[in-house]
């Protein structure tokens, strides 16, 4: 049921990247930067300091050698890794493509 989720999570983010209109990958990419920025100021409101925490934590969670499920158990202990790592990405993504819309919409008269 897990891998399906994210399998469907990551198809969602392919789609949205895709989409005729949408803001390009890298154009996300090269956002996510001046959007953490940009949330920690306070200018971009899209973001709210709770998701950005839970990105922060995320983060420290994938570098951590710490984990809630110890990475010597192979099969199971890089699989949360990896549920991790894919929420996050499109997380990211998701969130950057709305900023890269909404600095569109900014820099209009």
């Given at each position: 049921?897990?891998?399906?989720?994210?399998?469907?999570?990551?198809?969602?983010?392919?789609?949205?990247?895709?989409?005729?209109?949408s803001p390009g990958l890298m154009a996300r990419?090269?956002?996510?930067?001046?959007?953490?920025?940009?949330?920690?100021?306070g200018e971009y409101r899209g973001l709210g300091?709770?998701?950005?925490?839970?990105?922060?934590?995320?983060?420290?969670?994938?570098?951590?050698?710490?984990?809630?499920?110890?990475?010597?158990?192979?099969?199971?202990?890089?699989?949360?890794?990896?549920?991790?790592?894919?929420?996050?990405?499109?997380?990211?993504?998701?969130?950057?493509?709305?900023?890269?819309?909404?600095?569109?919409?900014?820099?209009?008269?």
């Amino acid at each position: 049921m897990a891998k399906a989720r994210r399998a469907a999570q990551v198809y969602r983010a392919y789609q949205d990247v895709s989409r005729p209109g949408s803001p390009g990958l890298m154009a996300r990419i090269r956002a996510v930067p001046r959007m953490i920025r940009g949330a920690i100021r306070g200018e971009y409101r899209g973001l709210g300091k709770g998701k950005l925490s839970m990105m922060g934590l995320a983060v420290l969670y994938i570098v951590s050698p710490i984990d809630a499920i110890p990475d010597f158990l192979l099969a199971i202990g890089i699989v949360d890794d990896f549920g991790v790592l894919v929420w996050l990405t499109t997380a990211l993504l998701g969130e950057s493509g709305q900023y890269v819309t909404w600095e569109k919409q900014r820099r209009l008269p």
